[in-house]
């Protein structure tokens, strides 16, 4: 009998990715438009509000580890996981809190690092519009999320989105378990020998290095914004969690054009000049302003990040294929996401202001920014060249 060849993402119904995705992008930016909230109801510190983002995205980094070795079962895991993490969420305290974003942490790591690498590696002549396609869903729940947030100010309102998210997430649960069992073939990303293969330390290294700060960056620019909002420009926390949601429409609006700029120059070209138009967006929050500007600010900084890290993400796999290896890239930039905005609530305890403390995204993506070009200097199999080369 032959041997059936792997499924690719075309080959599938796409709807329970896409769908996932956008229950995905609501579970991650949850906790910036709900701070402001939990941190007037359990009087939070921003170092203790800030161990929240740490524990969800230091959670996440496992969940992306275990998704490069068992991106079946993690595809299925994931969802079940952010499903519990947000059931219990809804019925939390502060201490409780802290192992629901461990949940909801680990089971986003898996499930999306998992689908990120199907969708990446299983046409590599198209990976860049792919991934830039099924991100684009996330941006659509990360956008959706502040809204549905500043509805339910109120926390038994709250605690029923808490209980509608996570009755969505068990649908998609269900759902993929009832694709996969219909399809019955194993979806590993290194289910067919890889010609590139072998992920270097320069390239590992680099890269890491790129989307740990590119992650740590954007989530701590959403995750704080809201508060940032709150603090200096007065608005209540429903108004405030609306930037966070202005931060995603800029994301969302600049992955959809995305494709289009990239069909007309280099992959490359897109991806630095939206690291350095976020450049200018968060280095204008470090000034005071009016919340008009702040959120001028925030919608140029959304619309700089769009490309990042789907079109960052293509060129690594460019480089490596469908390797196991993968997913411990994905596991380092999910760390930054825990890092650096705790870092920013440290930033910002230490020095008695949270405008000072974003100086920590500002450092971030002008890391990302001197990286995206020493990649270029990095060796080039004969292999990859046609495949970076953009």
């Not at 409780?96 to 046409?123: H, P």
């Not at 702040?294 to 960052?312: E, I, Q, R, S």
């Amino acid at each position: 009998m032959p041997r059936r060849k792997p499924a690719r993402p075309q080959s599938l119904l796409a709807a329970p990715f896409y769908a996932g995705f956008v229950i995905a992008g609501m579970a991650t930016v949850l906790l910036g438009p709900v701070l402001p909230i939990l941190g007037a109801r359990w009087t939070l510190t921003d170092l203790q509000a800030g161990s929240l983002f740490a524990v969800q995205f230091t959670a996440s980094t496992i969940g992306a580890v275990l998704a490069s070795y068992f991106s079946r079962a993690c595809l299925v895991f994931g969802y079940a996981s952010v499903a519990a993490g947000l059931a219990a969420l809804a019925l939390a305290d502060y201490q409780l809190a802290l192992l629901a974003f461990a949940l909801v942490g680990i089971g986003l790591g898996s499930a999306t690092t998992a689908t990120n690498l199907l969708f990446g590696t299983q046409r590599p002549n198209m990976r860049g519009l792919m991934l830039t396609r099924v991100n684009l869903f996330w941006g659509l729940g990360a956008v959706c999320c502040p809204p549905f947030v500043a509805a339910t100010i109120g926390p038994g309102t709250l605690r029923f989105l808490l209980l509608g998210l996570s009755l969505g997430a068990t649908g998609v649960f269900a759902a993929v378990v009832s694709l996969l069992s219909r399809v019955g073939t194993e979806l590993e990303t290194r289910s067919r020998p890889d010609k590139v293969g072998r992920l270097g330390p320069s390239v590992f290294v680099l890269f890491s290095a790129l989307l740990f700060l590119y992650v740590g960056g954007e989530t701590s620019v959403s995750g704080w914004i809201a508060t940032y909002t709150n603090r200096f420009d007065h608005l209540s926390p429903s108004r405030s969690g609306l930037f966070v949601s202005a931060f995603w429409i800029s994301i969302v609006f600049g992955r959809a054009l995305t494709p289009v700029l990239v069909r007309r120059t280099s992959e490359f070209a897109v991806l630095t000049s939206g690291v350095i138009a976020s450049l200018c967006g968060i280095a204008s929050l470090l000034f005071p302003q009016t919340p008009l500007l702040t959120l001028a600010a925030v919608a140029v900084a959304g619309m700089g990040c769009a490309p990042v890290f789907p079109l960052a993400v293509a060129r690594l796999l460019a480089r490596i294929g469908p390797s196991r290896h993968a997913g411990w890239v994905f596991a380092i930039c999910g760390a930054g996401a825990a890092v650096l905005p705790w870092m920013t609530g440290l930033y910002s305890g230490h020095s008695g202001s949270l405008r000072a403390a974003f100086l920590v995204p500002l450092a971030a993506m002008g890391g990302v920014l001197m990286l995206s070009f020493a990649e270029r200097f990095l060796p080039v199999d004969r292999a990859e060249s046609s495949a970076v080369s953009s």
